[in-house]
């Protein structure tokens, strides 16, 4: 998790202990969830979070802390490599000693804006999308969320189970997902822009 910044999948899990069957790591994670290390999240394939909490009548555990964005900048991701968490090490093309804390909510990554299809929320091809880590997202903001093994980053609408993912840009269509069929992750919001290209006075 400090290294990725995310947790694991089970799979991910199972392959880092070279296990070949992955029924016993949901005993073990269940089993660390009854001692209050972590929390599971139903539903979720990185569903894993750390907690502080009391072992025993003396005992108790810590969550590890992390160092903080601001000591390390901000990881620039690349292409992002299919099924692997987003903040991967084979994502991050470099690291950019930006403060992530003059954006709100505060700033977790950049992403390399490939294509024009958000033209008209003023993001355009190769600027970098700075962008807040969740899982959360309102109707209307501005999302990165992945399908499949592919990023996009669209403006965010949900009525049910059916997610519209609309981009600012008339030439393009909308992406439409049915929840109940397919999986969406959302990755992050966009907080802020950083123009790489060249930019024309007036």
């Known amino acids: 998790m400090a290294r990725q910044g995310l947790p694991p999948t089970r799979g991910e899990i199972a392959a880092g202990l070279g296990l070949k069957n992955r029924q016993g790591i949901d ?22 979070r750390l907690r502080s909490t009391t072992l025993g009548e003396h005992q108790t555990s810590t969550a590890p ?15 992002i490599a299919a099924g692997s968490p987003i903040l991967a090490s084979g994502n991050i093309e470099e690291r950019l000693q ?5 954006f709100k909510p505060r700033a977790d990554f950049l992403l390399r804006v490939r294509g024009d ?10 600027d970098l999308l700075v962008v807040h880590q969740t899982s ?6 501005i999302v990165v969320a992945r399908l499949g093994d592919e990023a996009t980053v669209k403006r965010y609408r949900r009525q049910d189970d059916r997610v519209r993912l609309e981009p600012e840009n008339p030439a393009y269509q909308a992406i439409e997902i049915d929840l109940q069929r ?5 990755e992050g919001l966009a ?12």
């Open 27 to 48: 005993q073990h994670l269940r089993a660390l969830q009854a001692k209050g290390i972590i929390e599971l999240v139903p539903g979720r394939s990185r569903g894993i």
């Open 65 to 79: 802390t992390f160092p903080a964005a601001a000591d390390i900048g901000l990881p620039l991701l690349g292409r």
């Open 98 to 102: 930006i403060d992530p804390a003059l």
């Open 117 to 126: 299809s958000m033209k008209n929320a003023d993001i355009r091809d190769r």
């Open 136 to 141: 959360q997202a309102r109707n209307g903001q």
């Open 182 to 186: 397919q999986e969406l992750i959302i």
């Open 191 to 202: 907080v802020g822009i950083i123009r790489t290209g060249n930019l024309h006075a007036g």
